[in-house]
């Protein structure tokens, strides 16, 4: 079964510094990964996802991540990131042939103006 | 708004009680998924409904017990549930298959058991 690591529970950046979350998933097959986010009090919400293709994947509101393969990492970045971004960030990860998401145990990420 | 509709989206029952959630999507999906969230936890899988059939039951207690009575409806009935059943619950879509296009979720139902 695959699993997700996600680096940082907690992460606290001012505005406008950039941002790196980190995601790594355990399986060696091919893989469709996903981010999520939920802001306080509110449902999921699809930030980006990676089927195939081209490994720099983008996605709503500025944010985008980068599959390496070699090293099953799916890592989100935002050049310049504000206050609104405030969020719980959830990487997930699902086998091509397993229809379920495994999730990662989220980073809440906090924003200060 | 999402396209999944949950209802209701607050629910306080006593642990006598019999009660139920609901999700209804209107986009074609034919995979239909309850998730429970604990405060600050990832969203756990409950059931998985492909094709209006129960393909997973992740070990969920007895307790909760799903329903799929159409291709856009999903029930979870609740009956005799702990103090710790309370949580977030959570129902999503897909498109279904073994590729997966993205789950949309609903906003939830935050359950509370007293």
């Known amino acids: 079964a695959q699993s997700v690591s996600q680096h940082n529970h907690h992460v606290i950046l001012s505005e406008a510094a950039s941002l790196e979350l980190g995601c790594n998933y355990s399986?060696?097959?091919?893989?469709?990964l996903f981010w999520y986010v939920q802001y306080p009090g509110q449902h999921l919400q699809l930030l980006l996802k990676?089927?195939?293709?081209?490994?720099l994947v983008k996605g709503i509101k500025g944010f985008e991540a980068e599959f390496i393969k070699s090293k099953f990492s799916f890592n989100l970045r935002k050049p310049s990131v504000q206050w609104s971004d405030t969020a719980e960030y959830f990487c997930?990860?699902?086998?091509?042939?397993?229809?379920?998401?495994?999730f990662g145990k989220g980073t809440m990420l906090l924003v200060s103006p | 708004d999402t396209e999944v509709t949950q209802t209701p989206k607050h629910l306080v029952m006593g642990m006598t009680n019999k009660k139920s959630l609901k999700c209804e999507q209107h986009?074609?999906?034919?995979?239909m998924y309850w998730y429970k969230q604990k405060a600050k936890k990832p969203p756990e899988l409950m059931f998985v409904?492909?094709?209006?059939?129960?393909?997973i039951n992740e070990s969920v207690p007895s307790r909760f017990s799903p329903e799929c009575p159409n291709s856009s409806l999903l029930n979870l009935h609740l009956h005799a549930l702990q103090p710790e059943d309370s949580a977030l619950y959570l129902c999503?879509?897909?498109?279904?298959?073994?590729?997966?296009?993205?789950?949309?979720f609903g906003s939830g139902t935050r359950l509370t058991v007293v």
């Open positions: 997930a990860v699902t086998d091509s042939g397993y229809s379920t998401l495994t």
């Open positions: 999503a879509s897909s498109e279904g298959g073994g590729l997966v296009y993205g789950y949309t």
């Open positions: 986009m074609g999906h034919r995979a």
């Open positions: 990676y089927f195939s293709g081209d490994p």
């Open positions: 409904y492909s094709y209006e059939k129960l393909s």
């Open positions: 399986y060696g097959g091919t893989v469709n």
